[in-house]
């Protein structure tokens, strides 16, 4: 290698073209924009969902119904996996960080124990929110419900 055969890595280098600099640049008086229009001019910014005039399609489509801005999503989890990590790992009290660690819930979601399955052993169990079946069934197994 010597200095005759040196060149920029691939990609490091852009177009030689000049846009903009008149027709003997090879791209014309258009540069490159085409004819007329808005995105023809300097300063053109278009806005998000802007069809041309045409009436947008979140503004053509029909709304119905209510959005609760205040409601609270929960992520469920029911009373078989709150037993099988109980037995699995030998556990008598289930908190929102044991949930996260195992993997069941991630760290931003409210949790709301369900009161899908069996429940065979006292575990005392922390949660955002629990179903009256899933408080009965703890309880009468002899564990605590706990909400955070």
Known sequence: MD???????????HSSKRIGRG?????????TRGHKGAKSRSGYKSKRGFEGGQMPLFRRVPKFGFKNINRVEYQGVN??????????????????????QHGVVHAKDNVKVLGRGELSSKIN??????????????????????TV
């Open 23 to 31: 027709p003997g640049s090879g791209k014309g008086g258009t540069s």
């Open 125 to 146: 169990v922390f949660a955002h929110a629990f179903s009256e079946t899933a408080k009965n069934l703890i309880e009468a197994q002899g564990g605590s419900a706990t």
């Open 79 to 100: 009373l078989d996996v709150l037993q099988r990590l109980a037995t699995d790992f030998n556990l008598t009290e289930i908190t929102i960080d044991v949930l996260i």
């Open 3 to 13: 200095l005759s055969n040196l060149k920029p890595a691939d990609g490091a280098t």
